[in-house]
Nanobody, 128 residues
Framework: QVHVAESGGGSVQAGGSLRLTCATS????????LGWFRQVPGKEREGIAS????????YYATSMQSRFAISTDNTKKAAYLQMNNLKAEDTAMYYC?????????????????????WGQGTQVTVSS
Protein backbone atom coordinates (compact mmCIF):
# COMPACT_ATOMS: atom_id res chain seq x y z
CA GLN A 1 0.00 0.00 0.00
CA VAL A 2 1.39 3.35 -1.01
CA HIS A 3 1.94 5.73 1.87
CA VAL A 4 2.81 9.43 1.76
CA ALA A 5 3.68 11.40 4.89
CA GLU A 6 4.66 15.03 5.30
CA SER A 7 6.63 16.46 8.21
CA GLY A 8 8.55 19.57 9.12
CA GLY A 9 5.74 22.06 9.46
CA GLY A 10 5.41 24.38 12.40
CA SER A 11 5.22 27.98 13.51
CA VAL A 12 7.78 30.50 12.35
CA GLN A 13 8.11 34.25 12.24
CA ALA A 14 7.98 36.15 8.99
CA GLY A 15 11.32 36.04 7.23
CA GLY A 16 12.15 32.63 8.64
CA SER A 17 12.67 29.31 6.88
CA LEU A 18 11.28 25.81 7.07
CA ARG A 19 12.14 22.57 5.32
CA LEU A 20 9.30 20.16 4.71
CA THR A 21 9.88 16.47 4.12
CA CYS A 22 7.72 14.09 2.12
CA ALA A 23 8.38 10.43 2.82
CA THR A 24 6.91 7.81 0.51
CA SER A 25 6.75 4.04 0.87
CA UNK A 26 4.91 0.98 -0.35
CA UNK A 27 5.97 1.24 -3.99
CA UNK A 28 8.86 0.14 -6.14
CA UNK A 29 8.67 2.69 -8.92
CA UNK A 30 11.82 4.66 -9.66
CA UNK A 31 10.26 7.17 -12.05
CA UNK A 32 7.70 9.30 -10.26
CA UNK A 33 6.41 12.83 -10.12
CA LEU A 34 6.28 14.37 -6.66
CA GLY A 35 4.38 17.56 -6.01
CA TRP A 36 3.86 20.01 -3.19
CA PHE A 37 0.56 21.81 -2.74
CA ARG A 38 -0.94 24.00 -0.07
CA GLN A 39 -4.43 24.90 1.00
CA VAL A 40 -6.13 27.36 3.30
CA PRO A 41 -9.70 26.88 4.51
CA GLY A 42 -12.23 27.97 1.98
CA LYS A 43 -9.82 28.02 -0.94
CA GLU A 44 -8.75 25.52 -3.57
CA ARG A 45 -5.57 23.52 -3.19
CA GLU A 46 -2.71 25.51 -4.76
CA GLY A 47 0.26 24.02 -6.57
CA ILE A 48 3.73 25.01 -5.38
CA ALA A 49 6.29 22.84 -7.14
CA SER A 50 6.84 19.43 -8.66
CA UNK A 51 9.87 17.29 -9.45
CA UNK A 52 10.49 14.16 -11.47
CA UNK A 53 12.66 11.55 -9.78
CA UNK A 54 14.12 10.35 -13.07
CA UNK A 55 16.07 13.42 -14.01
CA UNK A 56 15.26 15.97 -11.37
CA UNK A 57 13.33 18.26 -13.68
CA UNK A 58 11.38 20.79 -11.64
CA TYR A 59 8.35 22.97 -12.13
CA TYR A 60 7.28 25.89 -9.96
CA ALA A 61 4.37 28.20 -9.50
CA THR A 62 5.68 31.50 -10.79
CA SER A 63 4.87 33.36 -7.60
CA MET A 64 6.86 30.94 -5.41
CA GLN A 65 9.96 29.95 -7.34
CA SER A 66 12.10 32.72 -5.89
CA ARG A 67 11.58 31.57 -2.28
CA PHE A 68 10.77 27.84 -2.49
CA ALA A 69 12.95 24.98 -3.70
CA ILE A 70 11.96 21.36 -4.29
CA SER A 71 14.41 18.47 -4.22
CA THR A 72 14.46 14.69 -3.90
CA ASP A 73 16.49 11.93 -2.34
CA ASN A 74 15.70 8.93 -4.49
CA THR A 75 17.50 6.51 -2.19
CA LYS A 76 15.02 7.44 0.53
CA LYS A 77 12.03 7.88 -1.80
CA ALA A 78 11.63 11.31 -0.28
CA ALA A 79 11.06 14.85 -1.45
CA TYR A 80 11.75 18.12 0.27
CA LEU A 81 10.47 21.67 0.09
CA GLN A 82 12.82 24.36 1.31
CA MET A 83 10.89 27.52 2.09
CA ASN A 84 12.76 30.75 2.71
CA ASN A 85 11.73 34.29 3.60
CA LEU A 86 8.34 33.07 4.71
CA LYS A 87 5.43 35.47 4.77
CA ALA A 88 2.16 35.51 6.70
CA GLU A 89 0.33 34.62 3.49
CA ASP A 90 2.29 31.36 3.31
CA THR A 91 0.27 30.11 6.27
CA ALA A 92 -1.52 26.99 5.08
CA MET A 93 -1.70 23.23 5.26
CA TYR A 94 1.03 21.84 3.03
CA TYR A 95 0.50 18.57 1.18
CA CYS A 96 2.76 16.23 -0.73
CA UNK A 97 1.49 14.03 -3.52
CA UNK A 98 2.97 11.42 -5.84
CA UNK A 99 2.19 10.17 -9.31
CA UNK A 100 3.78 6.74 -9.74
CA UNK A 101 5.53 5.29 -12.75
CA UNK A 102 5.54 8.31 -15.03
CA UNK A 103 8.27 9.33 -17.49
CA UNK A 104 7.98 12.97 -16.50
CA UNK A 105 5.73 15.36 -14.68
CA UNK A 106 3.78 15.48 -17.91
CA UNK A 107 1.47 18.20 -16.72
CA UNK A 108 4.30 20.29 -15.33
CA UNK A 109 3.23 21.57 -11.95
CA UNK A 110 -0.09 19.87 -12.58
CA UNK A 111 -3.33 19.92 -10.67
CA UNK A 112 -4.40 17.78 -7.72
CA UNK A 113 -6.13 15.40 -10.14
CA UNK A 114 -2.76 14.51 -11.69
CA UNK A 115 -1.58 12.81 -8.51
CA UNK A 116 -2.77 9.48 -7.21
CA UNK A 117 -1.58 9.47 -3.62
CA TRP A 118 -1.58 12.16 -0.97
CA GLY A 119 -0.33 12.68 2.53
CA GLN A 120 -2.35 14.07 5.41
CA GLY A 121 -0.59 17.41 5.32
CA THR A 122 1.60 19.43 7.65
CA GLN A 123 0.58 22.82 8.99
CA VAL A 124 2.76 25.87 8.42
CA THR A 125 1.94 29.02 10.36
CA VAL A 126 3.85 32.23 9.73
CA SER A 127 3.39 35.09 12.15
CA SER A 128 4.09 38.66 11.17
Amino acid sequence: QVHVAESGGGSVQAGGSLRLTCATSGHSYDLNCLGWFRQVPGKEREGIASIHTGGGKTYYATSMQSRFAISTDNTKKAAYLQMNNLKAEDTAMYYCAISLGVKDCLAGLGTPDDYGYWGQGTQVTVSS
